[in-house]
């Protein structure tokens, strides 16, 4: 098998070129008449690929956490001034009766072309290191950002499966390395690896199975604001004050802060991945969307053994 490892890359390297002609000669998808789910479209990136779609012709089901919000409130009033093709509807991912009421109204409003997108984007994160973090804490994010795509995948599949449709999940640069937010990392990781497993079993189907992987779109999602080492410190348990001091966490709260403040605040770039995901005649497994050092990091993770990245990443961490 390995022996022939030189050749299949060989080969690889040969469809390339050929794969991208084929990608853009081909016509792209006729959005009339298709209909789209969007988990997490109070903000971020949800909440702009909902007006994108809408607004190129998609019937969109936009699953908003808050249905009273303002992001939610926004996505209504252009469904009153369009034509009926926006629906705002609660979507709780870790209420298995949420996802089954969204199917509900899809199944009630479906266009004439059937059910096509189904898009994971509903996600959560935060920083601490690993004891800083209770078990609750652990679930909650295992459960949002994992359990809750797993969850809407496996409902709306059958839908998918008989519409030949797409499924587009949001992961992160994050999967593959780590600085601060760990346990972010590890659902991203954990997504990485259910849509690779998921890709292959689709493909029998007709289902074309696309990870988004953001860079640092921090100001531009929203989805982690900057932390405050007084309520980080404030929330850790006496053994963990015992090993760590309060300027130590002051130190690691504005090393993180600093990484926030860097993020892009143009998240129509990864909007674009997101279209291209739903509307390309043949979409990427993977879109990454980061700026080019954040490219190279990944690249380095994946080149480098992990001793060699551990000691990198640790200086980075202590300077």
Not at 113 to 142: D, K
Not at 181 to 196: H, L, R, V
């Amino acid at each position: 098998m390995w022996a022939a490892a030189p050749l299949l890359l060989l080969l690889l390297l040969l469809l390339l070129p050929l794969s991208r002609r084929c990608r853009r000669g081909a016509e792209r998808l006729e959005p009339a008449g298709r209909a789209v789910l969007i988990t997490g479209c109070d903000s971020g990136f949800g909440h702009l690929l909902a007006l994108r779609l809408h607004r190129l012709g998609f019937t969109v089901f936009a699953g908003c956490l808050c249905p009273g919000g303002d992001g939610a409130r926004r996505l209504q009033r252009e469904a009153m001034a369009g034509t009926g093709r926006l629906r705002v509807l609660r979507l709780d991912v870790t209420r298995a009766r949420d996802v089954r009421e969204a199917k509900e109204m899809v199944l009630s409003h479906l266009p004439e072309r059937g059910f096509w997108g189904l898009v994971n984007n509903a996600g959560i994160s935060t920083f601490g290191e690993t004891g800083w973090l209770s078990m609750e804490t652990y679930e909650r994010f295992a459960d949002v950002n994992l359990l809750g795509s797993i969850r809407t995948t496996l409902e709306f599949l059958p839908l998918l499966r008989k519409y030949k449709g797409r499924i587009v999940f949001m992961s992160s640069i994050i999967a593959y390395f780590t600085l601060g937010n760990g346990i972010y990392s590890m659902t991203k990781a954990a997504i990485e690896k259910f849509c690779d497993a998921l890709r292959l079993d689709m493909k029998k189907f007709g289902v074309q199975v696309c990870i988004i992987q953001p860079g640092n779109y921090a100001r531009s999602t929203k989805i982690q604001p900057p932390v405050s080492a007084e309520e980080i410190w404030s929330e850790l348990s006496e053994e963990e004050r015992a090993v760590y001091n309060k300027e130590y966490v002051r130190e690691r709260a504005n090393f993180f802060n600093s990484i926030l403040s860097e993020g892009s605040t143009n998240g129509n770039e990864v909007v674009d991945a997101m279209v291209d995901a739903l509307t390309s005649p043949a979409p990427k497994a993977r879109y990454m969307v980061a700026k080019l050092k954040e490219k190279a990091l990944v690249f380095l993770c994946a080149l480098f053994p992990t001793v060699v990245m551990d000691s990198v990443l640790s200086y980075a961490l202590s300077k």
